[in-house]
């Protein structure tokens, strides 16, 4: 029944955070930075893998910051394809940048959440 001998809790986790330095190594240096901090009020251009035509789509539709999208993402329960398929049809990314936003916010997540 629980998690270990003798106890019913789960083993602690450490305090959510940035990423290791070393697995910010595979990271571009504009993931890093995302990752580096909290959301906050970012504008949504901080997002990794949103370009400035994109930031201006985004923004027309009323997704001016990142913790917005951040919220569409998790509206769609983070499933990463769907996010894709919504940022490319409903707001013109490419399937590049939609796979860079959608793995920098599941990035964020697993960081922050």
Known sequence: ????????????????????????????????AFLSEPIGEKDVAWVDGISHELAINLVTKG??????LLG????????????????????????FEARECSNCLKEWCSCFL
């Open 63 to 68: 997704f001016n910051k990142a913790y917005v």
């Open 72 to 95: 569409q993402f998790l509206l769609m329960h983070k499933r990463e394809a769907e996010f894709q398929k919504w940022l490319i049809c409903c707001c013109g990314a490419t399937e």
């Open 1 to 32: 029944m629980g998690f270990g001998p003798g106890t019913r809790h789960p083993p602690p986790r450490g305090p959510p955070g940035p990423p290791l330095a070393q697995d910010m190594d595979h990271m571009s240096p504009r993931l890093r």
